[in-house]
Each structure stands twice: as structure tokens, then as C-alpha cells.
């Protein structure tokens, strides 16, 4: 009953009055905090804190449910998926939006992702049924580049090997340094030169190693010069000459599974490779061998197929891996900038306004070009 | 023995008495860079030459604290420990995780990996300060693009990431003890891959345990090879190693390298490149006086 239904759900007095007024139903799915919760005010990213939003969405009369339930028929939010208006997912704990969901979702008419990345949605099937899918494009690129870095160096260095001695009471100088070397002067290609492949060359430039890019489009000569990276045209000519590769693609139909074992054996025997883009552009068996039979030399990423990673994904016991959780771009800098994105674009929705053009991933039944 | 050459990853430390022992011995040989290991005031009134293999791996230090710094500010460990448990839980990372994009970062000594380090700072678009008994000269500052702190003291709060780049010198030993690491910001990130006798061990460990310090990482300990139970190694928030950064293959083949010119000069009776010489004719060097 409706009485029943107002009782279980945290809402003011007002929800009751605009409901009738014309008040939306708007669903989140983000990870569960828990413990964590508390520990400081700007963590926004997680279900409780809710991208900040709650207070501004239920003071001008929408309903705002949030839950990290999102697997499976009996699921929090498959309850929901009738009757809400907008759907707001992210990466680190993606909702899979299959077309089967999109079909019950009468009400649905906006699908946000807070971050970036809508990969986890049905995009065609979205385009079908006349939804509009937007991200929050450009809120978390710096943290992205700044963590593909990070593990670049982590695995070239060796640094794990000597963190796990130190931990275990050891000390053992031979044991890392035998297989450590410098980022300078190495080959680094990235391949995917759009915003995060960009930030990442800028932020590799003054460590002097040649670095080189595969994209569908050609930076600007200016900017190019200014990075100092390479075009290259022809993937499967760059990949031999690379000590490092980084992906910076997007997961389409075009990329899915592209990192096979064919592929990986074109690379340099002893490659570091690292991977935040998404873990379906890797085979992921073709991985865990090359890892252990050393022609990958290290593997690094935050993510995975599928999230969360179960508790066998053969990425995790693999050799000279730098794995963590779907993390880099979440980090508390980013969830502020993300649920700002997403207010912004939820205020513009309730107004009826178009969005920035470069956040569209699906508009009128057509799909960013990346995603073609 | 005629020669000595040591390592900072496995130093040899010539005491005063091992000094007085050794009659033949002319010259002492730093594969690498640092030489505290070394009784500098000894060696000068014995008459010895010390010389190290200045700018061997000055890359490599500043790299592996960049890595250091990043590893800290974003949280990497916790992540990769769930990991390799079997475990999922991106709150537990998310909520203490930090891009160095805005933050500011002070560096005490700007010698040359110091400056190594502001370049590769630099696209990160952070706040940079530096510290040191010298101002870098006008036009490299503003390449690099750091501001001057003349007061250390007054530096130290500013700061939300501190990386230690002076040697170890009878100045800066212990210098960083409970008193100064309270004028440090709550929750600051240290990053030390200098030496480790520049920092009071337990005053360390101390804040680390408390929070004050919100991460301390580098690969220098006192002594080394640091003791089993070390209390660096089990402290929370850290991001130790051994003493492994300047000890890449990079950075082996540069040292053997300019370990082998200076042999070849002293056998020839040549000097040493000017920047080389830690000890010479009863001298020692100035970031060591």
C-alpha cells in the first residue's frame, strides 16, 4: 500500500505533496561503505554518502533510493527498475543494464554514470528504447593517468618483491634488484591517445623515455610535438618496440577480448603492460599464462571482468601482478568532482536543458562515436 | 688492501678503527651515491681519498620517490592486499585515496635529485616548495616552477607530501624527531629514500601508529640490512622496501661504470671529475662539513 511504501522510505514530508507534483524517481548503485563510512565527510562516492545529493534531490520533491544490491531478479535494485525515471551507475560497482532490464524500465528515461566508462550498460538496447546515457566525462581523467603511472613505476621497479621482504621480517637486495630498472629511456606506447592517454603522456614526459601513441585519430601536430610522443599508425607495428604498454581505450564491441593471446605475442618478450581502462579488452586467461610463463613481465590494473572480482579471477594469484580493486578512479578528489557532474546534469535534466555536448554517450537514439 | 669500494645497499662502515688498521689503503669508492657510511672527519686525517660516483643514480632515486608518493597519497597497498586475499572492497581504499593533482609538496634539499624530483612533480600540477641551504639559481626555479622556503619550519606545516633529499651529515642526523614531525600537517605523507638515521626511528613509528603521519614510505633504514624486528616494517601505513632505489640495473651499469673510470684514473694518477670527491687532501666535501 502506499501507506506501507512511504513508511519504509527515508523522505521528508514534502515527497508526499510533490509526488503528486510531478517529483522523479531516481535510483543510485554505488559501493557500500560500511565501516568506512564515517571516516570523512567528503566521501560521497559510496551508498552512504550518496554523492552528496540527498538533501538537494528530496528538499525539491524526488524520491532518491541508493543501494549497493544490485546482482540478480531478487536484487534491491531490480525492485525498483518498474517504476524509476532515472538510473545513476558507477564503474567501481557497475549495475549491469542488460536489455532485459531496460525492457521492464517503463518509467526509465536517464541513465547516468558517476565517473566514466558506460560500458556496463546495453548501450544499443538503450538507443532502442529512446534512453539517454550520459557520464560525467572528464571527472576523474587526471587520477586515472596519475595511477597508471604510479603502476608503470611500481612494476618496472620491482617494488612489490621488497614490500613483501619487508613485511616478512627479510632482506634480500639481489632479490629485487635483479630485475629492476628505470622508466627513463624505456619505450612506452599507450594505446588510446584520447583524454586519459593524453594526461598520461604529459605527465611521462619529463621522465625522458620515447613514447609513442595508437589511436583512431592523430593529435594536433602542436600538441603532439609539445608531448613529444609518436604516432603509430599500425598497432600490431607498435607493440614490438614498446618495454611498457598502457591501455587507453574504451570497451566496445571493437575491443573486447582485442588483447588476446595472438596479440599479446607480438609484444616484447618481458613487456610490462599496464590496464585501468576495463579488464574485457584482455583475454583474461591470455594474461594470467603470459604472466606465468614470464613473457609478461608484470601486470598492472584496477580492473577486471567482471566487478567485484571473484574470489578465484586468476589475476590475483598470477606472478608479478599490481592489482588492486576498481579504485583509481575514486579517489576522493574524483567522487567530489563526479558528484558534482551529476548534480549538474540532474538539475539540467529537471529543467529540461541539454547537457554538456561531450558527456552524451547515447542521445536520441545515436552513440558517441567511440562507442560505434 | 690498496682500494676499498663500497655500496650504500650493503654498506661496508669504516670506522675510525677499521681506518687505523689499514695501512695500504689510499682510496675508498662509493658505488653509488652517500658515503655516511664512511667516517668522513677519519678518513680526511688519515689522508684518504673518498670519492663516490656523483649523479649515478640520481634518476633513479627521484623516480622511485615519485612512485613512493603516489602509492601513499592513492592508497595502492590496501588495494593490492585485498587483492591477493581474495577480498573486494573499494570503500575500504576509497575513502582515504587522493589524486597529488593541488597538493602541495615540499621537498628538504634541492640538490640534484631533489630537482630531478620538481621536474617530474611538475605536469602533476601540484603546489611545489623546496628547502635548502641554497636557492636555485632564478631561471631554473621558474622552469621547474617551485617556490623557496628559506625557513624550514615554516615549510613543514604548508605541506601535504615531504620528501626527504639532504644527506646524512652530523646536521641532519635525527633532525626529523617527534618535535619536528609535529610541526608536520595531520595526516602528511613522507617520503625518505635519503637515509634513514636522518629520522628518529620510534618517532616514526610513533605517528604512523597514531596518524599524525598518514603514510611513510622509502627504502632507507638504519642500520642496514635492518634487523627483523625493525619497527618500520610493521607499522601501519607504510611503503618500505629495502634499500633498493638506486640499485636498478639502470643505475648498476652507470656506477660500475664511473667506479671503473676513477680506478683508471688512480692508476694513472689522474684526478677524479671534480664533483666526485667526498673526501680529498683533508677536506671533506661541502654538504658534509
Not at chain 1, 621497479?157 to 622508466?183: C, M, S, T
Not at chain 1, 600490431?236 to 571493437?254: A, G
Not at chain 2, 687505523?20 to 689522508?47: C, Q, R, V
Amino acid at each position: 500500500s502506499m501507506a506501507a511504501h512511504v513508511r519504509g522510505c527515508r523522505c521528508s514530508s514534502l515527497f508526499l505533496s510533490s509526488f503528486f507534483a510531478g517529483g522523479k524517481k531516481i535510483v543510485g548503485v554505488f559501493y557500500q561503505a560500511g565501516e568506512y563510512a564515517d571516516k570523512n565527510p567528503d566521501f560521497v562516492g559510496c551508498v552512504e554518502g550518496a554523492l552528496g545529493i540527498r538533501d538537494w534531490l528530496e528538499s525539491n520533491g524526488h524520491h532518491y533510493i541508493v543501494t549497493d544490491d544490485k546482482e540478480g531478479l531478487n536484487s534491491e535494485l531490480e525492485k525498483h527498475i518498474e517504476d524509476m525515471h532515472v538510473l545513476i551507475t558507477t564503474p567501481f560497482h557497475p549495475a549491469y543494464v542488460t536489455a532485459e532490464r531496460i525492457k521492464k524500465a517503463k518509467n526509465l528515461e536517464l541513465v547516468l554514470t558517476a565517473g566514466i566508462g558506460s560500458d556496463h550498460i546495453d548501450l544499443l538496447a538503450a538507443a532502442a528504447a529512446g534512453l539517454t546515457v550520459a557520464e560525467v566525462t572528464g571527472s576523474n581523467t587526471v587520477s586515472v593517468a596519475e595511477d597508471q603511472l604510479m603502476r608503470i613505476l611500481i612494476l618496472l621497479r620491482n617494488f612489490l618483491p621488497g614490500y613483501q621482504q619487508v613485511v616478512k621480517g627479510e632482506w634480500n637486495v639481489a632479490g629485487i634488484a635483479h630485475r629492476a630498472y628505470d622508466l627513463e629511456g624505456k619505450t612506452v606506447g599507450t594505446v588510446g591517445a584520447g583524454r586519459i592517454g593524453r594526461l598520461l603522456l604529459q605527465r611521462l614526459k619529463p621522465f625522458n623515455c620515447n613514447m609513442l601513441y595508437h589511436d583512431r585519430i592523430r593529435i594536433n601536430p602542436e600538441l603532439e610535438k609539445e608531448i613529444g610522443a609518436k604516432f603509430e599508425e599500425d598497432l600490431d607495428v607498435m607493440l614490438p618496440k614498446c618495454d611498457v604498454i598502457v591501455i587507453n581505450t574504451p570497451l566496445t564491441e571493437k575491443t573486447r577480448g582485442m588483447f588476446n593471446k595472438e596479440k599479446i605475442a607480438k609484444m616484447k618478450k618481458g613487456v610490462i603492460i599496464v590496464n585501468n581502462a576495463r579488464g574485457a579488452i584482455m583475454d583474461t586467461q591470455a594474461v594470467a599464462d603470459a604472466c606465468s610463463n614470464g613473457y609478461i613481465a608484470g601486470y598492472g590494473g584496477d580492473v577486471w571482468f567482471p566487478q567485484p572480482a571473484p574470489k578465484d579471477h586468476p589475476w590475483r594469484y598470477m606472478p608479478n601482478h599490481a592489482m588492486t580493486p576498481h579504485t583509481s578512479g575514486t579517489t576522493i578528489d574524483a567522487q567530489l568532482r563526479y558528484a558534482s557532474g551529476v548534480k549538474d546534469m540532474l538539475d539540467r535534466y529537471f529543467k529540461g536543458e541539454d547537457f554538456p555536448v561531450e558527456n552524451y554517450i547515447v542521445k536520441e537514439g545515436e552513440l558517441a562515436s567511440q562507442y560505434k | 688492501m690498496h682500494v676499498l669500494i663500497t655500496t650504500p645497499f650493503h654498506p661496508a662502515y669504516v670506522t675510525a678503527e677499521r681506518i687505523k688498521k689499514a695501512k695500504n689503503l689510499e682510496l675508498l669508492l662509493t658505488a653509488g651515491i652517500g658515503s655516511d657510511h664512511i667516517d668522513l672527519p677519519a678518513a680526511a686525517a688519515a689522508g684518504l681519498t673518498v670519492a663516490e660516483v656523483t649523479g649515478s643514480n640520481t634518476v633513479s632515486v627521484a623516480e622511485d620517490e615519485l612512485m613512493r608518493i603516489l602509492i601513499l597519497l592513492r592508497n595502492f597497498l590496501p588495494g593490492y592486499q585485498q587483492v591477493v586475499k581474495g577480498e573486494w572492497n573499494v570503500a575500504g581504499i576509497a575513502h582515504r585515496a587522493y589524486d597529488l593533482e593541488g597538493k602541495t609538496v615540499g621537498t628538504v634539499g634541492a640538490g640534484r635529485i631533489g630537482r630531478l624530483l620538481l621536474q617530474r612533480l611538475k605536469p602533476f600540477n601540484c603546489n611545489l616548495l623546496y628547502h635548502d641551504r641554497l636557492q636555485i639559481n632564478p631561471e631554473l626555479e621558474k622552469e621547474i616552477g617551485a617556490k623557496f622556503e628559506e625557513d624550514l619550519d615554516a615549510m613543514l606545516p604548508k605541506c601535504d607530501v615531504i620528501v626527504i633529499n639532504t644527506p646524512l651529515t652530523e646536521k641532519t642526523r635525527g633532525m626529523f624527531n617527534k618535535e619536528k614531525i609535529a610541526k608536520m600537517k595531520k595526516g602528511v605523507i613522507i617520503v625518505n629514500n635519503a637515509r634513514g638515521a636522518i629520522m628518529d626511528t620510534q618517532a616514526v613509528a610513533d605517528a604512523c601508529s597514531s596518524g599524525h603521519i598518514a603514510g611513510y614510505g622509502g627504502d632507507v633504514w638504519f642500520p642496514q640490512p635492518a634487523p627483523k624486528d625493525h619497527p618500520w616494517r610493521y607499522m601501519p601505513n607504510h611503503a618500505m622496501t629495502p634499500h633498493i632505489s638506486g640499485t636498478t640495473i639502470d643505475a648498476q651499469l652507470r656506477y660500475a661504470a664511473g667506479v671503473k673510470d676513477m680506478l683508471d684514473r688512480y692508476f694513472k694518477g689522474e684526478d677524479f671529475p671534480a664533483e666526485n670527491y667526498i673526501v680529498k687532501e683533508g677536506e671533506l666535501a661541502s654538504q658534509y662539513k
